[in-house]
């Protein structure tokens, strides 16, 4: 063999080293990350740190669990928030009744591993801060949260009164 001809064949191999190494890793790489989606007892357990929030009474604190552009259809008040400003602005006003929440009925829908629904029926046992009176206020809910920077936020929350009640 000459000496063209074997630094030809070593160009050669080193290419198809080269090539298949590039392929390789190009396919391990190429794959989604595996990022499992959550399970709907997870999507559940959101409202619980909800509710927790509103027990600090902290109407920052709640805005805090909302991404920066949620919408908020609450369930005692006309005004449709958009911001956090409305957000803090409603729950500043909410959280005078000491509510305190829980699930009668829940459905959740995770639709994949960033985005999920959570919709059904709560109460919510509010006490009137003047009277110290107690009453209780059924209301369908939906809330949409996106895993956003790995931390799930709420960015649509629709409360509505029971129109039967």
Do not use: C
Not at 104 to 130: A, K, M, P, R, W
């Amino acid at each position: 063999m000459t000496r063209k001809t074997r630094i030809r064949a070593a160009l050669v191999t080193a290419a198809a080293v080269v090539t298949a190494a590039t392929v390789t890793v190009g396919v391990s790489a190429a794959g989604p990350e595996e990022s499992p989606k959550p399970t709907k007892k997870q999507v559940a357990s959101l409202f619980d740190t909800w509710n927790a929030a509103l027990r600090t009474g902290d109407p920052d604190k709640v805005a805090d669990l909302y991404a920066k552009n949620a919408v908020l259809l609450p369930t005692v008040s006309n005004e449709v928030r958009t911001d956090r400003a409305g957000i803090v602005d409603y729950f500043e006003q909410f959280l005078a009744n000491k509510p305190v929440g829980k699930k009668v009925q829940t459905i959740v829908n995770v639709l994949d591993d960033d985005s999920v629904i959570d919709t059904g029926v709560y109460e919510f046992t509010l006490t009137d801060h003047d009277t110290g009176e107690k009453r209780v206020v059924e209301a369908r809910y939906t809330y949409e949260y996106e895993k956003r920077d790995g931390t799930w936020k709420i960015v649509n929350h629709h409360s509505s009164a029971m129109p039967e009640k």
